[in-house]
């Protein structure tokens, strides 16, 4: 599916009104003047005339919008905004910002954004490429040709403009009405497959993505046109295209506008011949196709013969009296490829032979019954060898002394040829080494070509280095084509900086480390900085990265997960340039492990290595005295507070539990102080996030033993799990004769000890 790419030049000057005027220091402002263009095609002009957008100018927090008509009145294939009669949009000088389009086209909103740009002294244009997307499908109509308009039936095309849903579009056509019945619907909305009826009023031609490659059902539709059979004479139709949007789920409908058109008197009751575009020119070859309507219940079995007749430009133009080119014909070759479906014949063939640089114009033909048909005439020019496109490329900064270096190239002739990617080569070596060649530069910056020109910006390494650098260009018939190679000194400044790594130890757990540093980007927007890190001691260690990109000066916070409890790891922290890095001095931490003490100030009880978290418990400072031990009751005996029924694994936290038991009680207005509620408000070592033990995160505890005496107890110890509406699980414990326990199931309104536990 070929998408609506739209191409933003952005010529900046100083001018003194604009759509919008800004509070500005003229002497520091300039304006741009956009470009927008549909395709790389220049000949292939938009779906509408005009349209109004939504242009905003973003400089980081703040937005300046502009509110602009942009027309193609000379039929182009660009859209601008008028700036000859005010319609300027501001920028600042030496302040980077993006472009944000919004607009309505065609009855659809559409969106865009650009690249991050700067507008300096010395710089007279900019390049952008900005992608318009569509919430839903697009489809255009064009206007049929004169001499594909008969009596009884019309040539009609189609174009897909944008697919939005998950798959091909595989089905397309166009639907026709006479205008005296179009005019009865109450607007276009109403002329759709929704009232479609069984009346002649009504005309539908489809066109499948396997006409031109017969049982290839998955192909998709770009352009296509049908032939609408039936038609009364010097008679008003109004017709529009449609395309079914299959997404994954649902089959869409999208339309295009409605257009006008009208009969004649010339009645054709044998077969109409169809000429498809050119496609897949080359030097060497073209793709030409064809398709014959059979008409008036004739059979397909009388078509003889299908081919295609050609000639030079100049040699039509000098003969376009005469037009017969079966009988006067230059060159003539016969379909290579035939099907049949629907009495609809289509056929194809790949000529070869071709002359560099000719225009040529062609015709599809068949004979029927003896006698000859044409198809429409069409036109295409053979590119000429890809060696004689002229590229060349500059340096727009006059000296290297910053952080980057803006590169412009320029196509001095393209040859005939069209382009999908533009850009530079480029490599960065110590003074006095030089590439073999441009094939030995390792570095890409891809850019967008706009009126024959291109910019990208390179990024410079924070040591001298000579840069190396080509344009180049990439035909759309896969040519890559490269300019001169040139050379420039990079003499840097603005030295970025790393420093003062901190380890934070209040965040430290079983398997991650909090560790921050300083970085000083020094105006530069290009700087990676992170933490590399590894296992100390680990002969073939493995080094992973935390990485992030910054543009300013500041503390930088990053997090190593994913580790091993108890481990002990080295790190340092860098900062890189291109491919320089600048390093810290390495330090060391290890994670906590069972037994530690846990960032809420409690003991490590348990720690789940697979599923990356931990326990951690406190035990109150009265534990284990049992007349001033933490006690309370587990709740209220009036029902239900849960609804759930007690987890069975250690995965589920009773952090779920707790707060449900709190939920319930507060809904029934319960003032009295329980354990649920204890836990849940508690900020023990600036921890909010304390919980009552489920039965099973209670039993792990039990299991590892943490502080053995402390957890003696006659009475016992709640669980978060419920029982039924007058009780709860709790446990007594006892390490006396080596660890025992008793899980019990114990009424609500028991005073017993509680226990606080977190997940981290």
């Not at 059979?229 to 008003?236: A, K």
């Not at 109004?238 to 997404?247: D, T």
């Not at 009773?654 to 836990?679: M, P, Q, W």
């Amino acid at each position: 599916m070929k998408r609506v790419v739209l191409f933003i030049s952005v010529i900046l000057m100083v001018a003194l009104v604009g759509c919008r005027k800004d509070v500005l220091d003229l002497g520091n402002a300039g304006f741009l003047r956009l470009e927008l263009k549909k395709g790389y095609n220049t000949q292939n002009k938009g779906a509408v005339e005009s349209f109004d957008a939504t242009v905003k100018i973003i400089y980081g927090d703040e937005e300046i919008v502009y509110n602009c008509l942009f027309s193609d009145p000379n039929e182009s294939g660009f859209y601008t905004n008028d700036v000859s009669v005010g319609d300027k949009i501001y920028v600042r000088k030496d302040v980077e910002f993006r472009v944000v389009i919004e607009a309505e086209v065609d009855g659809y909103y559409v969106f865009g954004e650009s690249a991050v740009m700067i507008y300096t002294d010395g710089m007279d244009m900019l390049s952008v490429e900005i992608v318009l997307r569509a919430g839903s499908s697009r489809i255009y109509i064009y206007q049929p040709r004169e001499d594909e308009i008969y009596g009884n039936y019309i040539v009609a095309y189609g174009e897909i403009l944008e697919n939005a849903a998950t798959r091909p579009i595989r089905e397309v056509g166009m639907m026709l009405v006479k205008k005296s019945v179009y005019d009865t619907y109450q607007s276009a909305d109403d002329f759709t497959f929704d009232n479609e009826t069984d009346s002649r009023d009504w005309i539908i031609e489809y066109y499948y993505a396997d006409h031109e490659n017969e049982g290839n059902g998955e192909s998709s539709i770009n352009k296509f046109s049908v032939v609408l059979r039936g038609l009364e004479r010097n008679t008003q139709y109004c017709m529009r295209a449609f395309a079914f949007s299959e997404s994954d789920t649902t089959l869409n409908y999208c339309y295009s506008r409605v257009i006008e058109v009208s009969t004649n008197d010339n009645v054709a009751r044998d077969i109409s011949v169809v000429t498809n575009e050119a496609g897949n020119i080359t030097m060497e070859s073209v793709d030409v196709a064809g398709r014959v309507v059979v008409l008036d219940g004739n059979s397909p079995d009388s078509v003889a013969e299908m081919g295609f007749v050609f000639d030079t430009y100049s040699n039509y133009v000098a003969n376009s009296s005469n037009l017969d080119y079966y009988r006067n014909n230059s060159f003539l070759f016969p379909a290579s490829d035939v099907s049949t479906r629907d009495n609809i014949i289509t056929f194809s063939s790949s000529v070869q032979g071709l002359q560099e640089g000719a225009t040529y114009v062609f015709r599809a033909y068949a004979t029927f019954r003896e006698q000859p048909y044409y198809g429409a005439v069409r036109m295409f020019s053979v590119p000429q060898n890809p060696e004689n496109i002229r590229i060349q490329s500059s340096q727009i900064n006059e000296t290297l002394t910053g952080a980057y270096v803006d590169l412009q190239g320029s196509i001095i002739s393209d040859a005939g040829y069209e382009f999908s990617e533009v850009g530079f080569v480029y490599g960065f070596y110590d003074m006095g080494d030089v590439p073999s060649s441009i094939n030995a530069l390792n570095g890409r910056s891809t850019a967008s070509l706009m009126s024959g020109r291109f910019v990208s910006r390179l990024n410079l390494p924070i040591v001298e280095k000579t840069v190396y650098y080509a344009a180049y260009a990439v035909t759309t018939t896969g040519y890559e084509v490269c300019g001169d190679l040139l050379s420039v000194a990079s003499v840097p400044q603005n030295i970025p900086s790393v420093s003062s790594l901190q380890l934070d130890a209040s965040s430290r757990t079983t398997h991650s480390l909090t560790v921050s540093c300083y970085v000083d980007a020094s105006g530069r927007s290009d700087c990676e900085c992170g933490i590399i890190y590894s296992v100390v001691g680990d002969n073939n260690p493995t080094y992973d990265t935390v990485k992030k990109y910054s543009s300013s000066s500041g503390t930088e916070e990053f997090v190593l997960n994913n580790l091993h409890k108890g481990t002990n790891y080295r790190y340092w922290a860098y900062i890189k340039v291109v491919d320089e890095y600048i390093n810290t001095e390495e330090q060391t931490a290890e994670t906590l492990d069972l037994g530690d003490v846990g960032p809420g100030g409690g003991r490590i009880f348990y720690v789940d290595d697979a599923n990356g978290f931990a326990l951690e418990c406190y035990i109150g400072e009265n534990m284990g005295q049992e007349e001033m031990a933490d006690s309370a009751i587990w709740g209220s005996t009036a029902g239900i507070a849960i609804y759930t029924d007690a987890p069975s694994s250690i995965n589920v936290s009773g952090r779920t539990n707790t707060e449900a038991i709190v939920s319930y009680h507060n809904g029934i207005g319960f003032n009295e102080d329980y354990a649920a509620l204890k836990c849940y408000q508690s900020a023990q070592g600036g921890k909010t996030d304390w919980y009552l033990p489920t039965s099973v995160e209670m039993q792990a505890l039990i299991d590892y033993g943490v502080d053995n005496q402390m957890l003696n107890s006659d009475s016992g110890f709640w669980t978060s799990d419920e029982q039924d509406a007058g009780n709860a699980i709790s446990y007594i414990v006892s390490y006396d004769t080596g660890s025992s326990y008793i899980r019990q199931v114990t009424p609500k309104d028991a005073v017993l000890n509680y226990i606080l536990v977190r997940r981290f």
